[in-house]
Nanobody, 131 residues
């Protein structure tokens, strides 16, 4: 059975940094897409960054330049390094996994996977940034 377990959230002051981790167990396929999402109270989950099994990465504009997604295959762990955090980054952060490409291609268009296109999720880790 597949499990994703996040850790690394916490409370930091504005301008601070955090590194989130997501340990994956039970997934044995070589082709996958993994992502980090965040959710504000009363809102849907928004993409922060994702990484494909080929190592390609993509970042949402909201945190681009302040976050780095990476993985350690030997440790089956996904990371999100977050720097220059702002109070508006306060949210619950989730990691997600699904098989296949991070790209969704249709009708000559392409986009990255949205939250509804991931089947497996972690329980989330809270990030709180104070001013």
């Amino acid at each position: 059975q597949l499990h994703l377990v996040e850790s690394g959230g916490g409370s930091v002051q504005s301008g601070g940094s955090l590194r989130l981790s997501c340990v994956v167990s039970g997934y044995t396929y070589s082709n996958y897409c993994m992502g980090w999402f965040r959710q504000f109270p009363g809102k849907g989950r928004e993409r922060v960054a994702d990484i494909g099994s080929d190592g390609s990465t993509s970042y949402a504009d909201s945190m681009a330049g302040r976050v780095t997604i990476s993985r350690d295959n030997a440790k089956s762990t996904l990371y999100l390094q977050m720097n220059s955090l702002k109070p508006e980054d306060t949210a619950m952060y989730y990691c997600a996994l699904d098989g296949g490409s991070c790209w969704i291609r249709f009708g000559g268009h392409e986009r990255r996977r949205g939250s509804h296109e991931y089947n497996w999720w972690g329980q989330g880790t809270q990030v709180t940034v104070s001013s």
